[in-house]
Each structure stands twice: as C-alpha cells, then as structure tokens.
C-alpha cells in the first residue's frame, strides 16, 4: 500500500485485508502484532490502531471476518491457540468442524 490518501472505509478494508492475509499465514494468528499489520498494509501502527482498535479489538474483527468469509486456517489457529476468539457464540459448530479437519486435508 503506497501512501496515498484512500478515503476511511477504503484504508480501513485494504488494513483488514493486510491483517488477514497475515494472520492466516502458519503460525501467523500467535504472531499478529500492530507492527506486523501495519508492515504488511504499507502503513503506520497508527493508522492500524485507528482503523481496527487495540490488539484484543483486532484480533476480533479479524476472526469475525474470517468467519463471515470462511477463512479456515485463521479460524483453526485461533482454536489450537485456545485465545477463546473462534470459540465464542458467533462461531457456527459445523465452520468449527471444517476448520478442524481442513489440517486432516494437508
């Protein structure tokens, strides 16, 4: 990401889309961190924080995204991890189960 001026809604979701792309790399969940974020997006750890909260805020908005678009490996990090992000009640029980077999499919 250049720094370009994008308007708010555009740096938030092109932020987002830097997280998860980094968050679903191996071992990427446990080593998602502002920096990291803001390295991958092109951006100041500022901008991250401004745009996805603090870490716990993050770290929820990138698993409800990863819900939402069925992203696997981010959710099952999250339940190796036991970091209660994929358990809580807006985790579908058959996403839980895809996720836990799509590491059988490797």
């Given amino acids: 990401m250049s720094n370009k001026r994008f308007k708010p ?3 938030r979701e092109l932020i987002l889309r830097a ?8 071992g990427g969940w446990s080593l998602i961190t502002r920096q990291v974020i803001a390295n991958a997006a092109g951006c100041s750890e500022g901008l991250v924080s401004r745009y996805l909260g603090d870490m716990k805020d993050a770290r929820r908005v990138i698993m409800k995204a990863a819900i939402r678009d069925e992203i696997t ?16 009640k807006w985790l579908p029980e058959p996403l839980k189960q895809k996720a ?5 499919d490797l």
């Fill in 9 to 11: 809604t555009i740096r």
């Fill in 19 to 26: 997280a998860i792309e980094s968050a679903r790399q191996p």
């Fill in 100 to 104: 836990l077999r799509s590491v059988m």
């Fill in 73 to 88: 490996e981010i959710i099952y990090q999250s339940l190796v991890a036991h970091d209660g992000y994929a358990v809580k």
